[in-house]
């Protein structure tokens, strides 16, 4: 193992990572253009109660791993496989030295020693503590691994970002290793979640997003996978910060951040309009365009991507977060996993037009200097209200006009309102997390745990 840790404090201050020269110059290009799909994503969460069976498979997979990564099994122990992504593979392991050092990360055991006695405390402390250790793929460049290593130390004194404890590299092996969070798999509970729960759930992964674009970091893939949420404890924590990136990275200047008046003489006098104005219909596209294409990073998950992303804006901001959180809250709503299911990017586009309409993509597009053009007839000029899809997702149309119109429940209405405010096509419109917390369907989540609360005091007396 490269790293040998001698002090009793556990953080990566101490951590030199990766001394190895890039690979190849094609880390930045390589970021450009990715999008995972997102049935690529981890399979399942393994629920790892100690006594859980291990597939032959995982166990011949550990020891390969364990062989491969010499010394690793003195310090872990590992148990299980628990995800398996696009980027990485994680395994659930028992954390052999974790009484050698000053675990300040463990927020657990922190709230623990709140509630307990000295005497209690100490003998909880001696219970086996469990970690997560990603094995990032050797495929994935130097300077992709030191940029997810380097952001989550930035945001180590964040409960609701998933601290990183510390990191080892064996040869071009990299592995973090991760406080392990007990969570539910989001496929288990997304279909029958209450609203109530749903804001309790918004809240927790707001609460993340605020404290990571606080730093001004975009996270840029954040899906149900990537939040990992323990409904008991109405508790989340963000994880996977490997295509997260500082805001103002790679920034070129991109026309939604002229004033609405630049923009229109912009617009005016482009080539395009100026084709409009000569020929008085809409010109076809170029069949040969000799300009150079334009570059964005489009890093991300198919299906939670913004539509700036999509347009290749070339200064997307935190707020590009905010329209993943919103794919989010849709999918709660329409009880649809994924929601959005695109090939590609062009697909993408279509699939937030059946939604929003001709209309609305057109000023989208425009904001960032860009044409949206469809021949397809059948999405409609304006679309259809969020309110109607969720109807028509949950089974509440009727096609006897006769019949009572069916309506959304006022929790539900509630949710939506909110939900338009998450899914703004335009980001300079979008709700921050700042304000997502301050919403009132987000704030209805501290009446609804002080009611509870009155309830306790009642039953007490
Ligand atoms: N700290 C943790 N505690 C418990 N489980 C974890 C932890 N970190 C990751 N996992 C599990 O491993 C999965 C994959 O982790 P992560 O998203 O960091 O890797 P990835 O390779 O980038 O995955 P993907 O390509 O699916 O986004 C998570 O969805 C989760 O199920
Ligand atoms: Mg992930």
Redesign the pocket.
Known sequence: MAQARTSTQRHVEELDLLQDQPRGGDAAEETLDES?DPLE??GR?IDSSEDESVDDMVVEDIEKFENSFVGINKRYRLINR??E????T?YKAEDLEYYKYNNRWDIDERERRKWSSPARAKRSARKPHYV?I?KIYVTSSPIRIFNELELLFDLKNSDSV?PLITAFRHQDQVVAV????Q?QDFRDYYKDMKISEMRLYMKSLLTALRAVHNRKILHR?VKP??F?YNKWLNRGVL??F?LAEREGTDWQQCNCTLTPEERRYKNTNSVWQQKVAAWDVTPSMPKTDTRSSRRANRAGTRGFRAPEVLMKCTQQTTIIDMWSAGVILLTLLTRRFPFFHSADDIDALLEITTIFGRKKMKEAALLHGQVFQTNIPSYSEYGHSLEKIILWCTGRTDSDKNAPKKELDDEEKDAVAFLYRLLETDPSKRITADEALRHPFITKAYEESEAEDDVVDLVEV
């Open positions: 995972a994503e981890s969460t628990i995800g992504g696009t980027f990485s994680v997560a990603k998933c991760l406080p392990y969070f969570h893939d996978t990537n990992l994880v996977d490997g």
